[in-house]
């Protein structure tokens, strides 16, 4: 299948660099799927779409301040993106900028927070580094919690000021993050836009909430640069779902009630999902880790999502292979149809990308 079939024109002034003013009032693209037809909303009426027993399954994965800016022993500037810990206690795997110049043995720093010392370089250009830091109470972990900057995508301008970049702070976390969960390099951006009110509002109704977590890495912004998408090597992921979101996976519907819709916030909920149930037919009774190598494309067929809500993507990447396969599971039919509702987004300008507006795929 060729890779062009998911690339389409998007307008660059489309692509969101700010969030929009409250996180509910970004748009919504209603898609129904049964009617082929299309809806255009707000996200804070979400709720009119959802009904009693329904599950939303989101990803509670907090995002690391990750982005440090240090300096070389020669007083050249260096920036350092925390990615993941590393096997050994200290050392996590980075992306350093500029690489060419960091070989293994070369250190960098701040003065009075930590130092760091160049392991080693893999094969996908990220870098072993080990950290020391100032005060022994700490680890680099909690040197980016005081100091780090939100790892905001590329096609997102850098920030000027401190009041811009304490904003991203805010809002490039989900409101359900869970501090014991801080491992994403990335957020998981569909949850961007539930608010506490909107949560409750939601609960209100009889719509349940179940977490899960998968460790968001950069894989997930690499478009896929191979020319037939099969050849693609998906980036791995790792994620953890407990023994209470497995059973509401599995969970039978109430006496003389119709089933709720298991309904994901993010297609890095569908990856932890379907990943799960692709090797699991039950519920295991304790909680689970694994890692994700799942590529979803048309035409596949989906296990453990009724619905899904989204944000829309860049051209030629995984996450618009996955979009496509769920428009019309079991066929490649819906690769056309999502460059007929994109070219709609576009054309009633829509913001594209992570702090950009939404879809619900119903």
Same mark, same amino acid.
């Given at each position: 299948?060729?890779?062009?079939?998911?690339?389409?024109?998007?307008?660059?002034?489309?692509?969101?660099?700010?969030?929009?003013?409250?996180?509910?009032?970004?748009?919504?693209?209603?898609?129904?799927?049964?009617?082929?037809?299309?809806?255009?909303?707000?996200?804070?009426?979400?709720?009119?779409?959802?009904?009693?027993? $329904?599950?939303?399954?989101?990803?509670? %994965? =907090?995002?690391?301040? !990750?982005? /440090? #800016?240090?300096?070389?022993?020669?007083?050249? @500037?260096?920036?350092?993106?925390?990615?993941?810990?590393?096997?050994?206690?200290?050392?996590?795997?980075?992306?350093?900028?500029?690489?060419?110049?960091?070989?293994?043995?070369?250190?960098?720093?701040?003065?009075?927070?930590?130092?760091?010392?160049?392991?080693?370089?893999?094969?996908?250009?990220?870098?072993?580094?080990?950290?020391?830091?100032?005060?022994?109470?700490?680890?680099?972990?909690?040197?980016?919690?005081?100091?780090?900057?939100?790892?905001?995508?590329?096609?997102?301008?850098?920030?000027?000021?401190?009041?811009?970049?304490?904003?991203?702070?805010?809002?490039?976390?989900?409101?359900?993050? $869970?501090?014991?969960?801080?491992?994403? %390099? =990335?957020?998981?951006? !569909?949850? /961007? #836009?539930?608010?506490?009110?909107?949560?409750? @509002?939601?609960?209100?109704?009889?719509?349940?909430?179940?977490?899960?977590?998968?460790?968001?890495?950069?894989?997930?912004?690499?478009?896929?640069?191979?020319?037939?998408?099969?050849?693609?090597?998906?980036?791995?992921?790792?994620?953890?779902?407990?023994?209470?979101?497995?059973?509401?996976?599995?969970?039978?519907?109430?006496?003389?009630?119709?089933?709720?819709?298991?309904?994901?916030?993010?297609?890095?909920?569908?990856?932890?999902?379907?990943?799960?149930?692709?090797?699991?037919?039950?519920?295991?009774?304790?909680?689970?880790?694994?890692?994700?190598?799942?590529?979803?494309?048309?035409?596949?067929?989906?296990?453990?999502?009724?619905?899904?809500?989204?944000?829309?993507?860049?051209?030629?990447?995984?996450?618009?292979?996955?979009?496509?396969?769920?428009?019309?599971?079991?066929?490649?039919?819906?690769?056309?149809?999502?460059?007929?509702?994109?070219?709609?987004?576009?054309?009633?300008?829509?913001?594209?990308?992570?702090?950009?507006?939404?879809?619900?795929?119903?």
């Amino acid at each position: 299948m060729k890779t062009d079939l998911f690339d389409y024109p998007l307008p660059e002034r489309l692509i969101a660099q700010t969030p929009a003013q409250q996180r509910d009032h970004s748009r919504l693209l209603v898609v129904h799927r049964a009617e082929r037809r299309l809806e255009h909303r707000q996200f804070r009426e979400l709720g009119d779409y959802l009904r009693t027993g $329904d599950i939303l399954f989101r990803n509670n %994965a =907090a995002v690391i301040p !990750a982005r /440090l #800016h240090a300096r070389r022993p020669t007083g050249g @500037q260096v920036e350092c993106l925390l990615l993941r810990p590393a096997a050994t206690a200290g050392e996590w795997w980075c992306l350093l900028r500029p690489g060419r110049k960091l070989p293994p043995g070369e250190t960098f720093g701040l003065d009075g927070l930590f130092t760091a010392t160049v392991r080693e370089k893999n094969a996908e250009g990220t870098f072993r580094v080990a950290f020391a830091c100032a005060r022994p109470e700490d680890d680099i972990l909690a040197v980016a919690n005081r100091i780090g900057e939100m790892p905001l995508p590329p096609y997102i301008a850098g920030r000027a000021d401190d009041t811009a970049r304490q904003l991203d702070r805010e809002r490039y976390q989900t409101v359900y993050a $869970d501090r014991a969960h801080q491992v994403a %390099a =990335a957020a998981p951006t !569909a949850g /961007l #836009h539930f608010t506490p009110q909107l949560l409750e @509002q939601l609960a209100r109704a009889g719509v349940r909430c179940a977490d899960l977590t998968l460790h968001v890495g950069l894989g997930t912004f690499r478009p896929i640069a191979t020319e037939h998408i099969e050849t693609h090597a998906i980036h791995r992921e790792f994620y953890e779902i407990s023994a209470a979101t497995q059973e509401a996976l599995f969970a039978p519907p109430p006496a003389g009630a119709p089933r709720g819709r298991r309904i994901a916030v993010g297609t890095t909920s569908v990856r932890t999902i379907e990943h799960f149930l692709r090797d699991h037919a039950t519920p295991l009774g304790r909680d689970h880790f694994a890692e994700a190598d799942l590529f979803i494309y048309p035409p596949r067929d989906f296990r453990g999502v009724d619905a899904l809500i989204t944000n829309f993507h860049q051209p030629r990447s995984t996450l618009l292979c996955l979009v496509s396969a769920f428009l019309t599971p079991g066929s490649t039919d819906g690769i056309a149809w999502l460059k007929e509702i994109y070219a709609e987004a576009v054309a009633r300008e829509y913001r594209f990308f992570s702090y950009g507006d939404a879809m619900l795929i119903v």
